[in-house]
């Protein structure tokens, strides 16, 4: 078995920043890792030069990759999530599988650019129009799975139940068609046909407390029992309103009583809780993954992340709609909007938000043994440049504070050079992929362009119901 060494000029290790990183790399695994190893050392002959500070793979716990459609294409005028999800329904009608593998090859190339080494995609854009069934009826699936081996990064897919478009048991209409499979059987029958795969895990989700009714939370839990398994939960304030006036309870609550909490468990969002609801996620090790960059971009409000912490809640991050992909902007995130709430400063230190972005979002996506260099892991580095205008002069621990996604320079995934100078090795300019994509699936005045998804908007085709 061959070795592959690199030389790091500094990298985060579990025990903090060092100096002189030898690392081995043998069969995606981490063999050695020897700090303190001058570059001029005999155990450095031959290594790979890595200057800057080099981190563990990014996870990025919580996608939508059809979403990146929207970005820079939905902010005219006022507006609120659900004018928002109007527009993010008309790029979900204009979708099929082999446009949404082109579109997710592209978003996935920019995030390995931006140092994410594993994707958690919340999926549920299932089937065709109508909700007619494609001959593979994982084909969107498996076009993401594919498309994230395309572009040299893990995933977890999140394989979505979408049952109803609100907590009254409303039936889906419209483009909500295409996410749901009429029950939890028809839903579980379709998951039992995904495999894993060496880059791949399956999970699942239960889209929300409004998309999966109360009496199938049970069977979902029943169903799910083993796998990563992450839910919506509480991102905006209609959702608890109609939540109590159904069921007497916030969804925290309903799925406490329903069984849907534990440490295999990621409630994404958790933005609107009560201190109830944070002692019952943190009693029960549930996780939480936030992304304050689409949480503010959507006006959905700012969750509490240190009371959530501090209840028993590991945290993770995630992009979600994509308005940004960058986990150094999440991260930063999670901090101020902590200041912005209580106006003190200093809540999270940077080694709290570093695990956060990396081995507590593999963990929330069912990945052991990543996330951290240290012998015996998965074999993954983020060589991150401390001479940019954004980084030059910074404390390497403070790296979180300071750097973005541009400042990544080396990402190696398993042991594979996926980006190499900045340069996306299969996918060189993630730019134009990016453009051919979405100028595919847009069609000038189509479904998914601009004029498209305000005409959707306007003829109000889908009721109130969650992404």
């Known amino acids: 078995m061959s070795v592959m060494r690199y030389h790091c000029e500094h990298a985060w290790l579990p025990s903090g920043v060092a100096d002189d990183v030898v690392v081995e790399i043998a069969g995606g695994r981490f063999v050695a890792v020897r700090p303190e190893t001058p570059v001029d050392s005999p155990e450095a002959a031959g290594a790979v030069r890595l200057p800057g500070l080099t981190l563990p793979g990014l996870a990025n716990a919580h996608s939508h990759a059809f ?26 009608g204009a979708l099929d599988p082999d446009s949404y593998h082109a579109l997710a090859v592209a978003v996935y190339a920019e995030m390995a650019r931006a140092g994410i080494t594993c994707v958690g995609e919340f999926h549920y854009l299932h089937h065709g129009p109508g909700g007619v069934r494609y001959a593979d009826p994982n084909a969107m ?4 799975i594919a498309a994230a081996a395309d ?18 048991g409303r039936a889906l209409e419209g483009v909500q068609l295409r996410f749901g499979d009429g029950s939890i059987e028809a839903w579980s029958n ?30 979902f839990v029943a169903r799910t029992d083993g796998l990563p398994t992450h839910v919506h939960l509480s991102e ?23 069984g849907l909490l534990g440490g295999r468990v990621t ?21 939480v993954c936030f992304c304050p960059t689409t949480e503010r971009d959507l006006a959905d409000g700012i969750g509490h992340a240190r009371a959530l912490v501090d209840a028993g809640s590991p945290l993770s ?4 709609s994509h308005a940004v992909i960058d986990l150094f902007e999440e991260a930063r995130g999670v901090e101020m909007h902590e200041r912005l709430h209580t106006e003190h400063r200093g809540h999270f230190t940077g080694a709290e938000l570093m695990t956060a972005a990396t081995a507590a979002g593999h963990a929330a996506l069912g990945w052991s043994h990543a996330g951290s260099i240290a012998v015996g892991g998965r074999a993954d580095l983020v060589t991150v440049a401390l001479d940019s205008p954004r980084t030059a002069g910074c404390d390497p621990a403070a790296i979180g504070f300071a750097a973005t996604a541009a400042d990544v320079r080396h990402v190696v995934v398993d042991g594979r050079v996926v980006v190499r100078d900045g340069v996306h090795i299969a996918v060189p300019d993630v730019g134009a992929a990016l453009k051919e994509a ?19 908007a306007d003829r109000g085709r889908v009721g109130a119901a969650a992404r």
Do not use: K
């Open 317 to 320: 991050l995630g992009s979600d």
């Open 438 to 456: 979405l100028e595919t699936i847009s069609g000038g005045s189509g479904a998914g362009s601009p004029a498209g998804a305000r005409e959707a």
């Open 151 to 168: 572009a040299g990064i893990r995933i977890t897919l999140l394989d979505t139940l979408y049952l109803t478009a609100g907590v009254d």
């Open 190 to 219: 379709r998951l039992d046909r995904l495999r894993p795969r060496p880059h791949a895990r399956i999970g699942a989700a239960a889209h929300s407390v409004r998309a999966v009714p109360a009496e199938v939370l049970t069977a």
């Open 67 to 92: 979403h990146r459609a929207l970005r820079g294409r939905t902010q005219r005028g006022r507006g609120t999530f659900w004018t928002w999800r109007e527009q993010m329904y008309a790029v979900a």
């Open 236 to 258: 905006q304030r209609a959702e608890n309103e109609a939540c109590l006036a159904v069921h007497g309870r916030t969804p925290t609550e309903l799925l406490a009583d329903r």
């Open 267 to 287: 409630a994404v969002h958790a933005t609107h809780l009560t201190d109830t609801d944070r002692t019952e996620l943190g009693d029960s090790g549930t996780g």
């Open 141 to 144: 699936g498996e076009a993401l």
